[in-house]
């Protein structure tokens, strides 16, 4: 839309069919800024992925917190260096050792979750590249409302946490 | 005076009963001691190179005991990545350490795929496996542990339940302690370096 013609010329010009749908186009637009504000709402630390070596599943580990004042749900997330990711929670019973499947995740307002060793992590299944250590993978966060965030995560070595 | 003497007495019969955790053994150790408790090591496994291995290749060596699995994205790397760096301080005396990793998992993890899998931990890091499940069972029990498969996805892959637990043997292949997932590098370091030397 271009909002440099003068609006004396712009409304004059139209019908009024056509300056109803400009008028609410117009109004939608600020709207669908605060929606995208909220969708990086959340501030995400530490993102890092295990390599392992062939083409063994691994994990994703990062910090997320909710800097905003509503509600969002973690319910997934995706890589074009994965063809699967999925949310984790390792559990841990009477000396066994067991993964469950994370369905979706919600943050408060200013609430953080970590994502960490031997308790929630990304399962990163089935490379389609490559993976050194040093790389830098963009991860996309999912949140309810078909809202995402791009991360980027650093490929740190085996022996590491 | 009377009260002090009683409970040396008592001390002292409790070790000389075996008791574990008194004072036959001046150490004080930061993991679990199991002394006495456990069983020694024994096996009859396969290595990464496609070798036949008893618990008598590994005589000498402090042998660290996990039960995993290669397609497992969090536990198990965190659980080598802990020993790794634990043996990353103890410099040439690492040489002295050998982890064991037995796959329970052994209808993914080959040989071949094992080798790289420890290799990427460190030299002292070895995988064992065995095709015949009962034998891997009856390994498991033998620590009172054991393993489970979980149902394949539409990809045929599938999560394995295991031990969390290491179980480390001191050279004469005597259990001796039991290192825990709450159990940080530190401690791990610690307590192998007083085995090392011979405690």
């Known amino acids: 839309m271009n909002l440099s013609i003068p609006r004396r010329v712009r409304f004059g010009m139209l019908n009024n069919v056509s300056r109803r749908i400009l008028l609410l186009a117009v109004l939608a637009v600020p709207f669908a800024h605060v929606a995208r504000a909220a969708d990086v709402e959340v501030k995400v630390d530490n993102a890092r992925i295990r390599l392992l070596p062939g083409n063994l599943p691994l994990a994703g580990y990062f910090d997320i917190t909710n800097t905003g004042k509503s509600v969002v749900v973690l319910e997934g997330a995706s890589s074009s260096a994965f063809h699967h990711v999925m949310m984790h929670r390792s559990v841990r019973s009477n000396g066994q050792s067991e993964m469950h499947h994370v369905d979706s995740l919600e943050l408060a307002p200013g609430q953080s979750l970590h994502f960490e060793p031997e308790g929630l992590h990304l399962m990163l299944m089935h490379r389609t590249r490559k993976l050194a250590v040093g790389d830098q993978v963009p991860i996309t966060l999912m949140f309810e409302g078909d809202r995402t965030q791009e991360v980027v995560f650093t490929v740190r070595g085996a022996g590491t946490q | ?199």
Not at chain 2, 69 to 94: E, F, I, K, N, W
Not at chain 2, 101 to 113: C, E, I, N, Q
């Open chain 2, 1 to 199: 005076m009377v009260r002090k003497i009683a409970t040396l007495l008592a001390i002292t019969v409790a070790c000389a009963l075996g008791v574990t955790g008194c004072s036959k053994d001046p150490m004080k150790w930061d993991l679990v001691n199991i002394t006495g408790i456990m069983e020694p090591l024994a096996f009859s496994l396969t290595d990464d190179h496609g070798q036949a291995v008893t618990q008598d290749d590994y005589r000498g060596k402090v042998a660290l005991l996990y039960f995993g699995y290669t397609h497992c994205p969090d536990v198990c790397p965190t659980t080598l990545a802990r020993l790794s760096q634990a043996l990353s301080t103890m410099g040439s005396d690492a040489d002295k350490v050998r982890v064991l990793f037995v796959t329970v998992d052994p209808k993914r993890d080959t040989a071949d795929l094992l080798k790289t899998y420890t290799d990427s931990f460190g030299p002292q890091f070895v995988g064992l496996r065995t095709d015949d499940l009962d034998r891997l069972k009856a390994f498991n029990k033998r620590y009172r542990v054991t393993f489970g498969y979980g149902k394949p996805d539409a990809d045929g892959n599938y999560e394995v339940s295991h031990s969390s637990a290491v179980f480390i043997f001191d050279q004469q292949g005597k259990a001796r302690l039991i290192a825990e997932a709450t159990d940080d590098v530190p401690a791990i370091a610690h307590d192998l370096k007083q085995l090392v030397s011979g405690n």
